[in-house]
């Protein structure tokens, strides 16, 4: 069975600061990994996604994630983060071929104060 | 144009009541999924549709029945609604090969 492990459940940070927020999954098969970013009141946007490849993705707006398959993990980072990042950020993982069910993280919210 | 779109956005509703939810997505997606997002925020998928046919049913109470009457539309509706049905449910879309899923905005509902 996949499980993922969000360790922290709130990271407070100040603008302009760096942040990361940690990801760790556990899956006897190879996996997909994902950063789902949800505003309030609002539906669940990916942020970025490991299928293959390199290991290290980025998305358009700053954040970038590295898979780390010795250490079964996908951390989120952000050099330098904005008011308008504070958000619910969820990491999930699924399984090739495994009719894509995702199962997701307890979640960590992003208070980024000025 | 809204790429999932759900009805309606609220739903508050008496315990014992039958509700539907309605999803539709115009990806071109060959699979689509219910979430449930419960109070603490978390995730959890209930069902999964690939081509009109249901490939995910997680432990959900049979009071939950989802309908696909076609690859674009995918409906979940509930029969004696119960006070711990309150939540967030989430319908989502994605290519039957895998990848990155397509939420819709949600529908929060309330059972009084």
């Known amino acids: 069975a996949q499980s993922v492990t969000q360790l922290d459940s709130q990271v407070p940070v100040f603008e302009e600061a760096p942040v990361e927020l940690r990801c760790n999954y556990s899956s006897s098969v190879s996996v997909y990994l994902f950063w789902y970013v949800q505003y309030p009141n609002q539906g669940l946007q990916l942020l970025l996604k490991?299928?293959?490849?390199?290991?290290l993705v980025e998305s358009i707006n700053g954040f970038e994630a590295e898979f780390n398959k010795s250490q079964t993990s996908f951390h989120l980072r952000k050099p330098s983060v904005h008011i308008s990042d504070t958000a619910e950020y969820f990491c999930a993982v699924s399984n090739p071929g495994g009719y894509n069910k995702l199962i997701f993280g307890a979640g960590t919210r992003l208070a980024v104060h000025p | 144009d809204t790429a999932v779109s759900q009805t309606p956005k609220y739903l508050v509703t008496q315990m014992g009541n039958d509700k539907s939810i309605k999803c539709e997505q115009n990806?071109?997606?060959?699979?689509m999924y219910w979430y449930k997002q419960d109070s603490k925020k978390f995730l959890k998928i209930m069902f999964s549709y690939n081509n009109k046919e249901l490939i995910i049913n997680e432990t959900v109470p049979n009071r939950f029945s989802p309908k696909s009457p076609d690859k674009a539309h995918l409906n979940l509706h509930i029969n004696s609604l119960e006070l711990g049905d309150s939540a967030v449910y989430f319908c989502a879309s994605s290519r039957s090969a895998g990848g990155e899923q397509y939420f819709g905005p949600g529908t929060r509902l309330t059972v009084t």
């Open positions: 490991y299928l293959s490849g390199s290991t």
């Open positions: 990806l071109g997606h060959d699979t």
